[in-house]
């Protein structure tokens, strides 16, 4: 079984359909998938489509799972993969799916301390956040603030930035603080005011500001508290980016997916080792994909939703 997109509608051009896997291609590689993780760009990527040709199309970019069979010529990330071994794969279109065929060189070994959950929600954010950290070139002793901190992209960047040696005031609910303090952030409430709340929260200033909200409110703060334009950043709205000459990242560019495909397996490394965690929010049967889409597209879910087949 897997999940395709039958027109290019949002939802409602899902279907979860029955189909029959090929043998895997020369360089590919099997996998019986064990989770699958969910992302709002597994939605988003269907309102720049047009071409009728591509469909219907496979959905979801990350999975994890167990290795069934092997192309004659594949060549995996990890060398030595045989089957039955656990692997994470990443970028993979399909991964809605109970099995998949998937090109060898996006497959590397599950470290055995990592869940098959974890494994399954690690790339697609961590690729992203080590990205934005290094565009803006974060280094020791910086004052990052971060929107969208309490979210599965926010958690990363925490971890990864106090690595570097960077203190990081990350914007947050109320309800949410506690998923910035976990990993070492220091909550601000967003909302009126947020502004002097930041500047409260760092009396010495801001020299960076990384945006994975979208929000007016965090442009705006961003641009009144980082004088340096090379030091902003967004993931969201590329749109503002270009307005006012600040970053804009996102995978579809041909530099973003270069540097997040280099980094895939010392970001699985960390994790592996226990210095990079994942937070997993819900885990969702695969035939309940839609709900886990309309959960992470409305900012629901505050770590990362996987599915299980």
Do not use: C
């Amino acid at each position: 079984m897997r999940w395709v997109a039958t027109k290019f509608d949002g939802l409602d051009s899902l279907e979860f359909q029955s189909f029959e896997l090929p043998e895997p291609a020369a360089d590919e590689i099997t996998i019986r998938v064990a989770a699958a993780g969910v992302n709002p760009i597994d939605l988003k990527i269907l309102g720049r489509l047009s071409d009728p040709s591509l469909l219907p199309r496979p959905v979801g970019y990350e999975l994890s799972g167990v290795v069934e069979a092997i192309g004659s010529d594949a060549r995996p990330a990890t060398p030595g993969l045989k089957v039955g071994d656990e692997v994470v794969a990443f970028r993979t279109p399909g991964g809605y799916a109970t099995r998949i065929n998937v090109p060898a060189k996006d497959v590397f070994a599950k470290p055995p301390t990592l869940s098959f959950d974890e494994a399954a929600g690690l790339l697609l954010v961590a690729t992203t956040a080590a990205e934005m950290l290094d565009k803006v070139g974060v280094k020791e002793g910086d004052t990052v603030l971060l929107h969208g901190a309490s979210g599965a992209i926010g958690a990363i960047v925490l971890q990864l930035a106090a690595r570097l040696g960077a203190t990081v005031i990350g914007t947050t609910s109320a309800r949410n603080a506690e998923n910035v303090s976990r990993f070492g952030g220091i909550p601000v409430e967003y909302g009126e005011g947020l502004a002097d709340r930041v500047r409260a929260a760092a009396p010495d200033g801001v020299t960076v500001a990384l945006d994975a909200a979208g929000t007016d409110e965090a442009i705006q703060t961003s641009l009144e508290l980082v004088s340096d334009r090379n030091r902003i950043l967004t993931i969201v709205v590329q749109a503002e980016a270009e307005k006012h000459g600040f970053h804009h990242v996102g995978g579809s560019n041909p530099d973003s997916a270069a540097f997040r495909d280099a980094h895939r397996a010392e970001l699985i490394e960390l994790a592996g080792s226990g210095e990079l965690q994942v937070p997993i929010s819900h885990t969702i049967p695969l035939e309940e994909a839609k709900f886990a889409l309309d959960l992470v597209a409305h900012g629901s879910a505050s770590g990362k939703v996987v599915l299980h087949p």
